[in-house]
């Protein structure tokens, strides 16, 4: 009864003014990230139009369009702290007691502190050691650095701020102690054992996983923890391997997605291709689920976000399938299944990361992916018919209607299931990154077509610039991880077992889909790619399986695990929308979790056999 008559006058008083003071800096850094975006935006943009219409370019424009990337991360990185773009596995720690969640708490900011002194200091260190100017841009090189090491203390401050602002001013002070406490430590401890330090980063990013640390910071503390235990990566190095991980062109193509799926929602263009979706299909059996089905390979074509789909499908779909005599939780995971699809139908975020981190022809994977989504959607099409009794179709619609539903998609269809884009790249017309920009300003065009205000159109900037940031700073800190993984020559280990198997493409493919089977239950899929694609594609070219048919059999197999426990991520993301437990979602989509599973082993055929 003290407590409880004490907490309020705190909050009151500092916690207020804590509340204050983080909703000004979330706003300024919200400010700054969708400004960044914008001008990343234009660039791309510019330099298109002037290759093409004046015959000249912007020196410097890529480097420029990269060092941008850098400072998008660092500013939005500190504003997907406390949401689900964190990336946080709290599966394990809502089991817990509330007494224990709260020590859990504890050591999930340990390793945030962590890993912002880690990126505050070690590039500080980088900025005093590095010398030299950017030939094409004519700045100091250390610049690049100190915007991720400006961001690690921007995740400090935002981090204390939330805290306080919360009344948990022990708590954090205690996380705090303890995570400076660690960071002074560790250069001096030297533990000699027998196992890799590659083990050891796993290990301990796995403690992070469990107490729900953010996925990225997991990694990173991790990391600089693993120097304890003999790793050759000093803290410099670090942040260096984190830096050179997002310092490529073609991850700019990320937030330029992110922003076509935002500015396509908003602007109402996706409601259009529900009423395509819905003349086409939905007068059949089980329509309204075919219609979720159909719209989301419609919209896989513009968004290449599978969370985005999700979230858009259980707002939009959610109550009418319930009112049309769908259990609600057959409903949601209906939503959750038909959302995979956004990662495998170009344009593809997951397709751009793989090949970012094996050099594989990102043309070629979004080809194979329109064929992987294909198939996995005439599955769902199937389980969706097979497990669907009770329902109350749609009524038919008239070829009338047909043809203005048709029209009136028109518009969305300008990004035509990605066909723009995946053309444009693979004739060599425009790069990637520069496809992404035309599609997001068409897509720029549609809102403002649609009368879309200023402040709707920030907040599509915002939202696609937080979410590109927190997936950047994943790719990043996966780089030590995959570093250490190379130097301890895990990827000989994998060959040395497709070997004792027999060394078939038959074995390299079960070997592989159990790996991915199994990381994919507790990683992220952009971690799970990072980490585990350049291990696993030369065992896969040694067997003779096409690179390109691998690459996509391993996007296909960890975005299944969008569905799965623990992570599940599409689950929880549908779970948050429509308010249905997470356990009663996993049950309902075991049978699309089997039709999935069916295409993957139809694409698993086709590389052995083809």
Request: one cysteine or more; aromatic letters at 8%; proline letters at 5%.
């Amino acid at each position: 009864m003290a407590t409880s008559e004490v907490h309020p006058i705190g909050r009151a008083g500092d916690d207020g003014l804590a509340a204050r003071a983080l909703r000004a800096v979330e706003a300024i850094l919200g400010i700054a990230a969708a400004f960044v975006l914008a001008v990343l935006l234009f660039m791309v943009l510019a330099t298109v139009c002037l290759r093409y219409f004046f015959g000249t370019g912007f020196i410097g424009a890529e480097d420029l369009g990269i060092w941008l990337h850098v400072a998008l991360i660092a500013l939005g990185a500190p504003l997907s702290l406390n949401s689900a773009l964190a990336m946080r596995l709290d599966v394990f720690v809502r089991m817990l007691p509330e007494s224990l969640q709260k020590v859990t708490r504890i050591g999930a900011d340990i390793f945030t502190v962590l890993s912002a002194l880690i990126l505050s200091f070690g590039g500080s260190e980088i900025m005093t050691m590095l010398g030299g100017i950017s030939p094409t841009l004519g700045l100091p090189e250390w610049i690049r650095f100190g915007f991720l090491g400006a961001g690690g203390a921007l995740i400090l401050v935002v981090l204390l701020l939330q805290r306080i602002a919360d009344g948990k001013v022990l708590p954090v002070t205690l996380s705090l102690a303890l995570g400076v406490a660690l960071y002074a430590g560790i250069p001096h401890i030297s533990l000699d054992l027998d196992w890799p330090p590659s083990i050891f980063l796993g290990l301990i990013a796995a403690i992070g996983l469990l107490l729900a640390a953010p996925l990225p910071h997991a990694f990173l503390a991790a990391a600089y923890v693993a120097i304890a235990f003999g790793s050759s990566l000093p803290e410099a190095a670090i942040v260096s391997s984190t830096v050179t991980g997002i310092s490529k062109f073609l991850l700019l193509a990320i937030p330029f997605f992110l922003l076509v799926g935002g500015l396509l929602t908003a602007s109402g263009v996706a409601n259009q291709l529900v009423r395509f979706a819905a003349a086409m299909v939905g007068h059949r059996r089980a329509g309204l689920a075919q219609t979720t089905l159909l719209t989301s390979v419609l919209f896989s074509g513009a968004s290449g976000s599978s969370v985005a789909n999700a979230a858009f499908g259980a707002s939009t779909f959610q109550p009418e399938l319930v009112k049309h005599g769908y259990r609600p939780a057959q409903a949601a995971a209906i939503i959750a299944s038909t959302s995979v699809l956004d990662n495998i139908i170009p344009p593809s975020i997951a397709f751009l990361i793989l090949a970012s981190a094996t050099n594989l022809s990102v043309g070629a994977l979004l080809v194979g992916g329109f064929f992987a989504g294909g198939l996995m959607a005439i599955c769902l099409a199937v389980a969706i018919h097979l497990t669907v009794r009770q329902q109350v179709p749609l009524p038919r619609a008239t070829a009338r209607q047909r043809w203005q539903s048709a029209v009136q998609a028109i518009p969305a269809f300008g990004l035509g299931l990605g066909v723009i884009v995946v053309v444009g790249i693979r004739i060599g017309i425009v790069t990637t990154t520069e496809a992404a920009a035309l599609a997001a300003f068409y897509t720029l065009l549609l809102g403002i077509g649609a009368r879309l205000g200023i402040p709707s159109l920030y907040a599509a900037f915002r939202q696609a610039a937080v979410e590109a940031a927190a997936i950047g700073l994943l790719i990043g800190t996966a780089g030590p991880f995959a570093f250490l993984l190379a130097v301890d020559d895990v990827s000989s280990l994998i060959s040395h077992l497709t070997m004792a198997l027999g060394g078939s493409a038959l074995a390299v493919i079960l070997l592989s889909n159990v790996i991915l089977l199994v990381v994919g239950l507790v990683l992220d899929i952009g971690a799970a790619i990072l980490l585990f694609g350049p291990i696993l594609l030369p065992a896969a070219v040694a067997a003779g399986i096409d690179p390109i048919q691998f690459g996509v059999i391993i996007v296909v197999n960890l975005m299944i695990h969008g569905l799965t426990p623990p992570l599940g991520m599409l689950i929880f993301v549908v779970s948050g929308v429509t308010r249905i437990p997470a356990s009663e979602l996993f049950r309902a989509v075991v049978p699309y979790l089997l039709a999935l599973l069916v295409s993957l082993a139809i694409l698993c055929a086709w590389a052995i056999i083809f």
